[in-house]
């Protein structure tokens, strides 16, 4: 493992070339592999993005952050970079990660021993709102929203969804 000291230059050395891009470096991670090291980031768009992060903009920061590495020598000898995105198996553990899975279905294990399903919709200060979805289809329902405190919040997670269905596709069914 290399030594904290040398994890902070790659972050300061990283962070500006992230930053400068209007994206978030989520986390840093270095260590050796033999005679070289691996650098492994995760960066992210803006809390108040939504969507995910293109691969055209990833693979240019990546670059953009190889050249800053080398410039100041932020890792000793040879080392493999590699640039990543949170993805869905992120647990949301943060706001700024809530804020970011706005559109997303999310399963919420509440404190109380609940869960929470739906789409979420908004985030506004310590409140979620969960907009209804059939469970079983993923569909966007009617009805009313579900608000929950995320100070009521366990533990979070973004369902995974195939292929995004909303209530104003025109679909053609057979049948």
């Known amino acids: 493992m290399v030594a904290p000291a040398g994890t902070q230059r790659v972050r300061e050395a990283a962070e500006a070339v992230v930053r400068a ?3 978030v470096l989520e986390d840093v991670v270095v260590t050796r592999a033999g005679r070289r090291s691996v650098v492994r980031l995760v960066i ?4 108040d993005a939504v969507g995910s992060l293109d691969l055209d903009t990833l693979a240019d920061v990546s670059r953009d952050v190889g050249t800053r590495l080398d410039e100041v020598d932020a890792v000793e000898g040879e080392y493999t970079l590699e640039v990543s995105t949170p993805g869905t198996s992120r647990p949301l553990t943060e706001l700024r990660h809530f804020k970011r899975a706005r559109t997303r279905l999310v399963r919420l294990s509440l404190t109380d021993g ?3 399903f739906g789409r979420l919709r908004a985030v506004d200060g310590g409140t979620l709102e969960l907009g209804p979805v059939d469970q079983a ?7 009313e929203p579900t608000r929950v405190a995320l100070a009521d919040v ?3 997670t973004v369902e995974v969804e195939l292929s995004r ?3 104003d596709d025109d679909t053609d069914e057979e049948g």
């Open 165 to 167: 269905v909303t209530n």
């Open 137 to 143: 289809t993923g569909r966007d329902t009617a009805g």
């Open 114 to 116: 609940t869960t929470a």
């Open 154 to 156: 366990a533990r979070g």
């Open 21 to 23: 891009a209007g994206l």
């Open 44 to 47: 992210d768009l803006d809390d």
